[in-house]
Nanobody
Framework: QVHLVESGGGLVQPGGSLRLSCAASGFIFSAYFMSWYRQPPGKERELVAHISGAGDRINYGDSVKGRFTISRDNKKKTVYLQMNSLKPEDTAVYYC???????WGQGTQVTVSS
């Protein structure tokens, strides 16, 4: 059974940083693309970034390019999202997602506010 568990969310001031983690289990982690999505209050869920199994193919949503970095550690079966220069509009629930199996984590809240 596939499990995706996010952690690392919280409250941060504008301009600050956070690192989200997603611990995966129940599948061969290194074989699959992994993604981060987010859902701001009252808005639709949107792609933040995704990364190939080997970590050599990465794409970002336009709103986070240059500020966020996705990475993965296949030995730890974990995907990360380093978020820098955070803005109030980055406030959202952030979700870890495995596209191949349409598997979602439970989400972690990120709030950017002074």
């Amino acid at each position: 059974q596939v499990h995706l568990v996010e952690s690392g969310g919280g409250l941060v001031q504008p301009g600050g940083s956070l690192r989200l983690s997603c611990a995966a289990s129940g599948f061969i982690f290194s074989a699959y693309f992994m993604s981060w999505y987010r859902q701001p209050p009252g808005k639709e869920r949107e792609l933040v970034a995704h990364i190939s199994g080997a970590g050599d193919r990465i794409n970002y949503g336009d709103s986070v390019k240059g500020r966020f970095t996705i990475s993965r550690d296949n030995k730890k079966k974990t995907v990360y999202l380093q978020m820098n220069s955070l803005k109030p509009e980055d406030t959202a629930v952030y979700y870890c997602y495995r596209p191949s199996g349409d598997n979602w984590g439970q989400g972690t809240q990120v709030t950017v506010s002074s």
